[in-house]
């Protein structure tokens, strides 16, 4: 199964594409003749091509989400990096060189955010890849609480405008 999945994933990859941008009549035109096996009768081509349009369907009904349309558009239009992922690890600090004190056991974590600064046709691109960049903050309890609040207000607000549309 996974191997069947692994080889199909460049026509998967390319079929989610296209349905993203909304091409799949160039699609299903230009694509069909290259994943053509090159064996095929000619009697049989439009079984094979029936195939392939159910598979396409297959992809747009199974993977495609109107929420997923929603980030690839935001991806393909924005002008600004886009966030795509979140990593963290809590750290204590109980030394500073340049602080010979008695010191006191800090805890505080360290939030790593990836953001995407450019975006490729391919649909993976929503997912990872090679024009993603980072940025560290260190953060103790009083500035995730901050955190926290501003975001969750800005979650009420974009839920709100979801709605009204």
């Not at 053509?36 to 009768?41: A, G, T």
């Not at 495609?64 to 393909?76: D, P, Q």
Request: charged content about 35%.
């Amino acid at each position: 199964m996974a191997k069947d999945v692994q080889e199909h994933l460049p026509l998967i990859s390319s079929m989610l594409q296209a349905v993203l941008a909304g091409r799949e009549s160039d699609f299903l035109e230009h694509e069909f003749q290259e994943h053509l096996p090159k064996d095929i009768p000619e009697a049989d081509r439009g079984k094979e091509a029936e195939k392939f349009r159910n598979q396409l369907n297959l992809v747009r009904e199974t993977l495609v989400t109107e929420r997923m349309k929603g980030r690839y558009t935001l991806k393909m239009t924005s002008k600004a990096p886009v966030f795509a992922e979140l990593d963290w690890d809590i750290k204590l600090k109980t030394d500073d060189a340049s602080r010979n004190e008695n010191w006191t056991v800090l805890p505080y974590t360290t939030l790593k955010l990836k953001f995407q600064k450019e975006f490729s046709d391919s649909p993976f691109a929503l997912f990872g890849g090679s024009t993603f960049d980072s940025v560290q903050i260190n953060c103790m309890v009083d500035e995730i609480d901050y955190l926290l609040r501003e975001l969750s207000k800005v979650r009420d607000r974009l839920a709100q405008r979801e709605e009204n549309l």
